[in-house]
C-alpha cells in the first residue's frame, strides 16, 4: 500500500514566524508533489506543486522536493493567523492519476 | 465564474435508502474524481474519471457507483451497501495532461 504520512500535529508558531511542514512518501517512482490548505469545514485548495528536486517558491510559500529521501516539504514565511488550517500533502504515483493523501497537519499561528 | 459545484451543502438520509450527490463543473476539465474524507483522515480514493463514459475504481468503490455521461457532470450514488456512508465527500476536477485537482465545496452526509 502506497502511503503519505505527515505529523498530524497541532503545529504552532507565533505569528511572523516560519512554519514548516513535512511529508514523506512510500512511492519511490512518484512524480508530482501538491500541497494543499483546507480550512475547518471547508474543501482542499491547491497552493503549491513541485515535479522536481530543489525549492519552489511563490510568495510566503516555498515547496521543498528531495526524491532520495522521499521527503517532501512545505515552508511558510511571515506566518499569519489566516494561514491556521489543516495542510495536506498530495502524491502522484509511477502510474499517474490516483494521487495518494495524506492525513494533514493542522497549524495554528498565533497572534 | 468557473468552478465546480456540489450540490446539497447537507444531506440527510435513512438507512437502507440510495442518495445521489451532484457534482458539476464548467472548467472544461477531462478528469474528474470523488473522494470522502472522515475526521482526522486524509482524503480517499472512490472513483475517478477520465473521459466521458469511462470511470475507474479508486481504493474504496464498495458500496458506491457513478457515471459520466457528460464531460462537465460527474454525479456519485451512495448505495444501502455502503456500511458507513457518513462523511464528508468531495467532488474535484483537473485539467487535461494535469494532476492538479481543484475541489468542490463538497457535501456533508449523514445516515441514521
Known amino acids: 500500500q502506497k502511503e503519505v504520512e505527515q505529523n498530524s500535529g497541532p503545529l504552532s508558531v507565533p505569528e511572523g514566524a516560519i512554519a514548516s511542514l513535512n511529508c514523506t512518501y512510500s512511492?519511490?517512482?512518484?512524480?508530482?508533489f501538491f500541497w494543499y490548505r483546507q480550512y475547518s469545514g471547508k474543501s482542499p485548495e491547491l497552493i503549491m506543486f513541485?515535479?522536481?528536486?530543489g525549492d519552489k517558491e511563490d510568495g510566503r510559500f516555498t515547496a521543498q522536493l528531495n526524491k532520495a529521501s522521499q521527503y517532501v516539504s512545505l515552508l511558510i514565511r511571515d506566518s499569519q493567523p489566516s494561514d491556521s488550517a489543516t495542510y495536506l500533502c498530495?502524491?502522484?504515483?509511477?502510474?499517474?492519476?490516483?494521487?495518494?493523501f495524506g492525513a494533514g497537519t493542522r497549524l495554528f499561528v498565533k497572534a | 465564474d468557473g468552478g465546480i459545484t456540489q450540490s446539497p451543502k447537507y444531506l440527510f438520509r435513512k438507512e437502507g435508502q440510495n442518495v445521489t450527490l451532484s457534482c458539476e463543473q464548467n472548467?472544461?476539465?477531462?478528469?474528474m474524481y470523488w473522494y470522502r474524507q472522515d475526521p482526522g483522515q486524509g482524503l480517499r480514493l472512490i472513483y475517478y474519471?477520465?473521459?466521458?463514459?469511462?470511470?475507474q475504481k479508486g481504493d474504496i468503490a464498495e458500496g458506491y457507483s457513478v457515471s459520466r455521461e457528460k464531460k462537465e457532470s460527474f454525479p456519485l450514488t451512495v448505495t444501502s451497501a455502503q456500511k458507513n456512508p457518513t462523511a464528508f465527500y468531495l467532488c474535484?476536477?483537473?485539467?487535461?495532461?494535469?494532476?492538479?485537482?481543484?475541489f468542490g465545496p463538497g457535501t456533508r452526509l449523514t445516515v441514521t
Open positions: 513541485i515535479y522536481s528536486n
Open positions: 512511492d519511490r517512482g512518484s512524480q508530482s
Open positions: 474519471s477520465q473521459i466521458v463514459n469511462d470511470f
Open positions: 472548467l472544461n476539465h477531462d478528469a
Open positions: 474535484a476536477s483537473s485539467p487535461q495532461r494535469s494532476y492538479e485537482q481543484y
Open positions: 498530495a502524491v502522484v504515483g509511477a502510474g499517474g492519476f490516483k494521487t495518494i
